[in-house]
C-alpha cells in the first residue's frame, strides 16, 4: 500500500547531508545515472532566491518572472541518460509559489522533463499522519527524503539505502504518477488564465535542488 511505504520512509534509517554535500552527491549520481528517476513534491510553497524569475514573482514583477523562466536552458538541467518523472502534488487554487512552479514545469516538460500533476484530494487517504515527504529515488536501493527549514529553504537531503523501503516508495510514486496528469495538459486548462500570483516577501535564505 502507498500510505505504509511512505510511513516506513520516516522510520527508515539515513544519513542527513547538509546541502552542499547533498548536491553534489546527487549529481554525481545524476551524471552517471540511467532508467528513471522519481520526484515526489508535496509541498505547497519553498524558498528558491537563487532563482530570479522566483524571486521578480515574489517582488510582484509577474512579467519579468516569465521573461527570466524564458531565458532558462531546461534541457540543460536534465539527467544525461535518465529520465525524470515528477510527480507533483497540487492543491487549488494554488499558491503564488505553486502557480509560478507549475509554469516552470509546464515548460521543463516540454524541455524533455516527464512532469505530471495530481491534485492532493487523490492523497489525502495517505496523510493520515503527515504529508507525504519530499523524495528523489535514484535506483533500487538509493533514495534522498529533501530537506527543507519552516520557511520552505532547502536545507540538505537523508540519504536513505534500504533497499525495501527504497522499492516500496519506487511503486507508490509510480502508481500515484500512472494516475495524475501531464503537467502541460494541466497547466493548459487550470493554471494558464489565473491572473498574475500575489507577490510575496523575500527572504534571504537558501534555496532548494
Known amino acids: 500500500m502507498p500510505g505504509e511505504a511512505f510511513e516506513h520512509v520516516r522510520q527508515a534509517a539515513g544519513e542527513v547531508l547538509p546541502a552542499a554535500e547533498y548536491r553534489t552527491e546527487l ?87 516527464r512532469a505530471r ?13 503527515a504529508p507525504l515527504p519530499e523524495l528523489l529515488i535514484l535506483t533500487r536501493d538509493l533514495m534522498y527524503e529533501i530537506l527543507y527549514d519552516e520557511i520552505g529553504a532547502h536545507v540538505g537531503g537523508r540519504r536513505i539505502t534500504d533497499a525495501p523501503v527504497v522499492e516500496g516508495c519506487a511503486r507508490a510514486v509510480a502508481e500515484l504518477y500512472a494516475g495524475a496528469e501531464d503537467m502541460v495538459a494541466f497547466h493548459d486548462r487550470e493554471v494558464a488564465q489565473l491572473p498574475p500570483p500575489a507577490a510575496g516577501r523575500i527572504l534571504s535564505r537558501p534555496g532548494h535542488s
Open 27 to 113: 549529481y554525481d549520481h545524476l551524471r552517471r545515472m540511467e532508467g528513471v528517476v522519481w520526484k515526489l513534491e508535496r509541498a505547497q510553497h519553498f524558498h528558491e532566491p537563487d532563482t530570479p524569475s522566483w524571486v521578480a514573482m515574489m517582488s510582484g514583477d509577474w512579467d519579468r518572472s516569465l521573461a527570466l523562466m524564458d531565458e532558462m536552458r531546461f534541457a540543460d538541467d536534465l539527467p544525461p541518460r535518465a529520465e525524470l518523472r515528477r510527480l507533483r502534488i497540487v492543491e487549488m487554487p494554488p499558491t503564488p509559489y505553486l502557480q509560478w512552479e507549475i509554469v516552470l514545469l509546464a515548460a521543463r516538460t516540454r524541455a524533455g522533463e
Open 117 to 129: 500533476a495530481l491534485h492532493a484530494r487523490s492523497v489525502r487517504h495517505l496523510e493520515s499522519r
